[in-house]
């Protein structure tokens, strides 16, 4: 049960599957988050406690929002986008990422977040290889919502470490922008 009002259960957000919501979690999310915004919209992202993130603008206006979608959903009101996004073009492929060093997990919540936004049209499967060895995340990523699965122990899934599977008609333009994104993750 969820416990406010007893009639069912608490499903995590799509973004939990992926890392357990904290002060450091929300912190690293926000960090990436503000770094992938096209800085032209002048939007910076904090995080708000561990009850989510805080978007302002350069005259001080701020908005909370509880979870990615939300922030994002908000920046796209106010003419952001993704820093450096092409629209997806192309034809359905799966198509590998290479992640030397391991993946964020951070900065991959904030990355299909902000595709959901950017692309409401897109059909993308992401298969995240968890650092932590221990399961494979599935996230899709359709109609401007995203799902995240965790299958634990999934034979089928890459290998820890592995390549990161982006499947669906623009896959080769996402796995470009993601690699981008996780490059310039990795630099900040």
């Not at 049209?121 to 699965?149: C, F, H, K, Q, W």
């Amino acid at each position: 049960m969820c416990g406010a009002c007893g009639a069912g259960r608490s499903v995590p957000r799509w973004e939990d599957v992926l890392a357990r919501p904290s002060r450091p979690v929300l912190a690293a999310r926000a960090a990436r988050a503000d770094r992938l915004l096209d800085g032209g919209a002048g939007l910076r992202v904090r995080p708000w406690l561990s009850a989510g993130y805080l978007l302002s603008d350069r005259v001080g206006r701020t908005v909370h929002a509880a979870d990615l979608d939300t922030l994002w959903r908000a920046a796209g009101e106010r003419g952001a986008r993704p820093a450096g996004w092409r629209p997806l073009r192309g034809a359905d492929a799966t198509v590998p990422v290479e992640v030397p060093g391991g993946w964020d997990l951070a900065a991959a919540a904030v990355w299909c977040a902000a595709v959901a936004r950017a692309e409401p049209d897109a059909s993308l499967e992401v298969t995240l290889p968890d650092p932590g060895g221990a399961r494979t995340l599935l996230v899709n990523i359709e109609y401007g919502a995203v799902r995240a699965t965790a299958l634990d122990g999934a034979p089928d899934g890459p290998a820890p470490g592995a390549a990161i599977l982006v499947r669906g008609a623009g896959a080769a333009d996402a796995a470009r922008h993601l690699a981008d994104h996780h490059h310039e993750a990795a630099r900040g």
